[in-house]
T-cell receptor
Framework: GAGVSQSPSNKVTEKGKDVELRCDPISGHTALYWYRQSLGQGLEFLIY????????KSGLPSDRFSAERTGGSVSTLTIQRTQQEDSAVYLC??????????FGQGTRLTVV | QKEVEQNSGPLSVPEGAIASLNCTYSDRVSQSFFWYRQYSGKSPELIMSIYSNGDKEDGRFTAQLNKASQYVSLLIRDSQPSDSATYLCAVNAGAGNEKLTFGTGTRLTIIP
């Protein structure tokens, strides 16, 4: 596709449920990032994938969060046993490796 | 100390004037610097990148980098109401660490 695609665009889930957020990066982009943004806040780094290298998971806030990237393309961010504090916009970005990250439109997650 | 710091604003500038946005960073090995614009409810979009000390101009936008002082700034000339947005500074750690760290953003309002 022409840009980074994220799905779903909105997700409402009950506390304690698991959710999966999907990111389709720009074709050919080797790097993929996940960030989250709470209302009125900056971007909080979650995880970074670069090619076949081990991902940088240093931003994942707890072991309830995990992410994978299959075939160097699509990525899924999974949040287990969601909590209300997980409510935020989850943003995915991809880059051709020149550090210039292009963002998707985000998934707005609401935990009720 | 935060890794990337910005004045949260809001910064109000009259239409037609110059808007000046500042960002400081703590990691001296940082090599790549970016300015993103984020309209309310939208995802960030890249507007400028800068890698070397000095100025880089693109239309009405000028990015300035001073690695010795660890600051990067963005000047917007002939400010327009459409420039009203939150501006995010992002820094790449460099030296093999591709993680992009964002500041919390400066909210800019252009007053007609």
């Amino acid at each position: 596709g022409a840009g980074v695609s994220q799905s779903p665009s909105n997700k409402v889930t009950e506390k304690g449920k698991d959710v999966e957020l999907r990111c389709d990066p720009i074709s050919g982009h080797t790097a993929l990032y996940w960030y989250r943004q709470s209302l009125g806040q900056g971007l909080e780094f979650l995880i970074y994938f670069q090619g076949n290298s081990a991902p940088d998971k240093s931003g994942l806030p707890s072991d309830r969060f995990s992410a994978e990237r299959t075939g160097g393309s699509v990525s899924t961010l999974t949040i287990q046993r969601t909590q209300q504090e997980d409510s935020a916009v989850y943003l995915c970005a991809s880059s051709p490796g020149t550090h210039v990250a292009m963002f998707g439109q985000g998934t707005r997650l609401t935990v009720v | 100390q935060k890794e990337v710091e910005q004045n949260s604003g809001p910064l109000s500038v009259p239409e037609g004037a110059i808007a000046s946005l500042n960002c400081t960073y703590s990691d001296r090995v940082s090599q790549s610097f970016f300015w993103y614009r984020q309209y309310s409810g939208k995802s960030p979009e890249l507007i400028m990148s800068i890698y070397s000390n000095g100025d880089k101009e693109d239309g009405r936008f000028t990015a300035q980098l001073n690695k010795a002082s660890q600051y990067v700034s963005l000047l917007i000339r002939d400010s327009q109401p459409s420039d009203s947005a939150t501006y995010l500074c992002a820094v790449n750690a460099g030296a093999g660490n591709e993680k992009l760290t964002f500041g919390t953003g400066t909210r800019l309002t252009i007053i007609p």
